[in-house]
């Protein structure tokens, strides 16, 4: 299927949909300004592929640290020791006069090693979820950002644009493979331990490739996390997308955090319902906790946070965002016949 389908007519997001939670760290610190949105975007030569789509924001606002401002019904999987602390400053642009000696935590070489993780962002079109995630979590982590061969250009591009650090990998697993930095301005850099940031990969995963799927997995460290946004949209690729999920995934080892706009239930909910027999979902919820700001009385703050409440996560005004966490299931639970569990939830818009 085409990433400029017939009739194609898209423009360049602005940012968050109306009623999405615009999130800050704990020390007000706003991730998403880290990455410049409209300079990621390229409809033109990438079409569908080219665009930030709503459901992207809903999830990377979910993969934050820790906040007391509010909490979700499941956490982020993620562990917060992951997180880099709230004062660490990343590159942002290729115009940066960042060298590679500034890319290296000054708390590399004391610091305690953690289990490696990795993260797979799969359909990663421009790449901003996984760029914003790979700026937030330290070199413990490595993020694979993966799509069509055709759309891999636009994702080394914004790689190289944001200076992160990236991790090159031979196409066969080696323990003397060699770890480089590389930046839209400089493609031969000395090899670092630790960069500021997790590391970075680009790689090709068309959906339903066997062999693509078996590259990303030629690896010690499994997969931990996969995330994926607005991927449900064109029913023939229902078949080849359920294909590498199941491909990617070991069951008790990788959680699978998807971010969806709901369009038409209709068309969509039979690839939930195909998913839902293999993998376990769960719809995140979200519950906001009131700020007391100065001047304040108590009789204010309670009010505020009677119109809190817990509720599904992304569900605002006319919009239908949903951020699901899944398993998968073992082999003798997965189900018969199609799952209901999303469709239901999706129809009875139910308020928790």
């Known amino acids: 299927m085409s990433n400029h389908p017939e009739g194609l007519d898209i423009y360049v997001s602005v ?61 982020c999987p993620i562990p917060a020791e992951y997180f880099l602390p709230t004062k660490t400053t990343t590159p942002t642009t290729a115009t940066s006069t960042t060298t590679t000696s500034e890319l290296v935590s000054a708390a590399a070489t004391t610091k305690e090693k953690k289990k490696p993780i990795r993260i797979l962002e799969i359909g990663a079109g421009t790449g901003y979820v996984g760029i914003a995630l790979a ?44 770890t480089t930095i590389a930046t839209a301005s400089e493609t031969e850099r000395p090899a670092v331990k630790e960069p500021s940031c997790a590391w970075i990969e680009v790689e090709p995963l068309e959906w339903g490739n066997t062999s693509h799927a078996l590259a990303i997995l030629d690896h010690p460290t499994p997969i931990d996390y996969i995330v994926a946004s607005d991927l449900v949209y064109f029913p023939e690729l229902y078949p080849p997308l359920l294909q590498t999920l199941k491909e990617i995934t070991r069951v008790g080892e990788t959680k699978i955090l998807f971010g969806y706009k709901e369009r038409a239930i209709w068309k969509e909910s039979p690839f939930w319902e195909e998913f839902g027999r293999f993998f376990e979902m769960e719809a995140v919820r ?28 992304g569900c605002e005004g006319e919009d239908r965002l949903y951020v699901f966490v899944a398993t998968k299931r073992p082999e003798d639970q997965i189900l018969k016949g199609a799952d209901d569990t999303l469709t239901t939830l999706m129809m009875m818009q139910i308020g928790l």
């Open 135 to 178: 700026k937030r979590l330290d070199s413990d982590c490595t993020v694979i950002l993966t799509d069509l061969e055709e759309v891999v250009p636009l994702l080394q591009k914004n790689v190289n644009e944001q200076r992160l650090p990236r991790r090159h990998r031979p196409p066969t697993t080696s323990a003397s493979a060699v």
């Open 286 to 313: 979200i519950e906001q906790h009131p700020v007391k700001k100065e001047g304040e009385v108590g009789g204010e703050e309670e009010d505020e946070e009677e119109e809190g409440g817990v509720k599904l996560f």
């Open 15 to 75: 940012g968050p949909p109306t009623g999405i939670l615009h999130v800050k760290d704990v020390d007000g610190d706003d991730s998403t300004s880290l990455v410049p949105i409209s300079g990621m975007q390229d409809i033109s030569t990438f079409g569908i592929a080219g665009r930030i789509w709503d459901s992207s924001y809903t999830l990377d606002a979910y993969m934050r640290r820790p906040t007391d401002q509010y909490t979700f019904t499941p956490a």
